[in-house]
């Protein structure tokens, strides 16, 4: 059974800094991995798609890695901004099943 | 553009009481999936069709079912709802397996 995991649950850093915010799955059986940004009571918003050939994206400021062997992918935030704050989650697609299996999150605060 | 469009967006029901959650899809995609969200337990896979006509079980689909009523549409249904239903729900597609999912706004339901 796929399991996707994300470390740290909460994380707090001040305006500008760099950061890193993990994600790793237990089954390397995947089409993709995506990760989502969610605010406050609102829905999912998709930031980047990676394919299982991929070893990386980049958004303006974000740029994810996939490394499939050792199950693990990683959202690297540059210059974070207050606005960056939000929950950011990943999301697998499993190739066994077709499944969009999802781990429960990290929330992040930048502050001023 | 709609995206991925939910309804209703707030309820609260009685135990006991049925109702269906609307999801429509604009985008012409073929998989749709249902998910809950509960603080502490991340977004947890209800139902999804890979498909039109095609509808499979996910984690956690006990008290539930659905209809995928045309490539559109997918419809969730709580024919008994109980308070541990109480939850957010939240509707997303994607067009094929190595595509990006789309999420919608959310339905905020509360059973008492």
């Known amino acids: 059974k796929q399991e996707v995991t994300q470390i740290p649950a909460a994380l707090s850093v001040p305006e500008g800094e760099n950061l890193v915010l993990n994600c790793s799955f237990t089954d390397s059986a995947i089409y993709n991995l995506q990760w989502f940004r969610q605010d406050p009571g609102k829905g999912l918003t998709s930031l980047l798609l990676?394919?299982?050939?991929?070893r990386e994206q980049t958004s303006g400021r974000l740029n994810a890695s996939l490394d499939k062997s050792s199950g693990r992918s990683t959202l690297y935030i540059a210059a974070s901004q207050p606005g960056d704050s939000a929950t950011y989650l990943c999301?697998?697609?499993?190739?066994?099943?077709?499944?969009?299996?999802f781990g429960q999150g990290t929330t992040l605060q930048v502050k001023p | 553009n709609a995206g991925v469009t939910q309804t209703p967006k707030f309820q609260v029901l009685k135990t006991g009481q049925s109702m269906t959650l609307q999801c429509a899809q604009d985008m012409n995609h073929n998989s749709m999936y249902w998910y809950r969200q509960d603080p502490g337990m991340g977004l947890r896979l209800i139902y999804y069709?890979?498909?039109?006509?095609?509808?499979d079980k996910g984690e956690v689909p006990n008290g539930y079912n659905v209809s995928r009523l045309n490539k559109r549409e997918f419809s969730l249904r709580l024919e008994s709802a109980a308070p541990s239903q109480t939850s957010v729900y939240f509707c997303a597609s994607r067009e094929g397996l190595y595509t990006e999912a789309f999420f919608g706004q959310g339905t905020r339901l509360t059973v008492v």
């Open positions: 999301a697998v697609i499993s190739s066994n099943t077709g499944k969009l299996i």
């Open positions: 990676i394919q299982s050939s991929q």
């Open positions: 069709s890979a498909s039109e006509g095609t509808t």
